[in-house]
C-alpha cells in the first residue's frame, strides 16, 4: 500500500487552463505538505496543512490554493497556469505529535508541463 | 532558508564507503541536523538525523562533530541503488517544516 500517493503522476496542459493535483496519505499523519521542485531541482515547500488547517504559506501566488476536506486529503489547485509552473509537485505528510522526528514521508511527485 | 553547506558531488566506489560532508556553522543549541535523499524521480526520503550524539540507523550513521558545526553522513557499504542527491538540513526544535539547500550528489560507480 502506497503511504503518500499523489494523483496525477504526469498532467501536460495548456497555458491559462486550471488544473488540480490529488494527494492522500494513509498513515493517519495530522500534517501534510506540497513542495515544489522546480527544473533546477530546488525542492521548496510551498503549503502546510495541519488538521485541515493551513500553517504554513511561503508567498505562494494566489493562484495556487490547496484544499484539505479531511486530514488524510491535501489537494492543490492551480487556476490560470503559467509556464513558471511547469514542475514537479510534491505531497508530504508528517505526524504532528512527533514533531521532533523531523521525518517527512514523501510521495512520488507529479510532473506538471505548462505548454 | 537552507543553512548547510555541502559539496555539489561526490563519487565512491561500491561497496565502499561513502562519507558526505555536511557544514552547519551557524546551527543553534536546539536545532537538529537531518538527512534525506532523493533517487532520481522518486520524492525524497528520510534517511537519520541526530542533535549532537553519533546516531546509526538500518541505512546509514550520522557523525556530528563536538561543536555541532559539521556532520557527516556514512553509508558504510554503498550500493548502485544509493546513487541519489543527498540534502543535509538542520531543522529547530517544534518547526514543522524542511528547507532543502542544493544537496550532494552522489554517484556509487561499478
Known amino acids: 500500500d502506497t503511504a503518500v500517493s499523489q494523483t496525477p503522476k504526469y498532467l501536460v496542459t495548456q497555458m491559462g487552463n486550471d488544473k488540480s493535483i490529488k494527494c492522500e496519505q494513509n498513515?493517519?499523519?495530522?500534517?501534510m505538505y506540497w513542495y515544489k521542485q522546480d527544473s533546477k531541482k530546488f525542492l521548496k515547500i510551498m503549503f502546510s496543512?495541519?488538521?485541515?488547517?493551513?500553517?504554513i504559506n511561503e508567498t505562494v501566488p494566489n493562484r495556487f490554493s490547496p484544499k484539505s476536506p479531511d486530514k488524510a486529503h491535501l489537494n492543490l489547485h492551480i487556476n490560470s497556469l503559467e509556464l513558471g509552473d511547469s514542475a514537479v509537485y510534491f505531497c508530504?505528510?508528517?505526524?504532528?505529535?512527533?514533531?521532533?522526528?523531523?521525518?517527512?514521508?514523501f510521495g512520488e511527485g507529479s510532473r506538471l508541463t505548462v505548454l | 532558508d537552507a543553512k548547510t553547506t555541502q559539496p555539489t558531488s561526490m563519487d565512491c566506489a561500491e561497496g565502499r564507503a561513502a562519507n558526505l560532508p555536511c557544514n552547519h556553522s551557524?546551527?543553534?543549541?536546539?536545532?537538529?541536523v537531518y538527512w534525506y535523499r532523493q533517487i532520481h524521480s522518486q520524492g525524497p526520503q528520510y534517511i537519520i538525523h541526530?542533535?549532537?550524539n553519533n546516531e546509526t540507523n538500518e541505512m546509514a550513521s550520522l557523525i556530528i562533530t563536538e561543536d555541532r558545526k559539521s556532520s557527516t553522513l556514512i553509508l558504510p557499504h554503498a550500493t548502485l541503488r544509493d546513487t541519489a542527491v543527498y540534502y543535509c538540513?538542520?531543522?529547530?526544535?517544534?518547526?514543522?517544516?524542511?528547507?532543502f539547500g542544493t544537496g550532494t550528489r552522489l554517484t556509487v560507480i561499478p
Open positions: 508530504a505528510s508528517s505526524p504532528w505529535t512527533s514533531q521532533d522526528t523531523g521525518e517527512l514521508f
Open positions: 551557524t546551527i543553534s543549541g536546539n536545532e537538529y
Open positions: 538540513i538542520v531543522r529547530e526544535t517544534g518547526a514543522n517544516n524542511l528547507f
Open positions: 496543512y495541519n488538521n485541515k488547517e493551513l500553517i
Open positions: 498513515l493517519g499523519h495530522d500534517t
Open positions: 541526530g542533535l549532537k
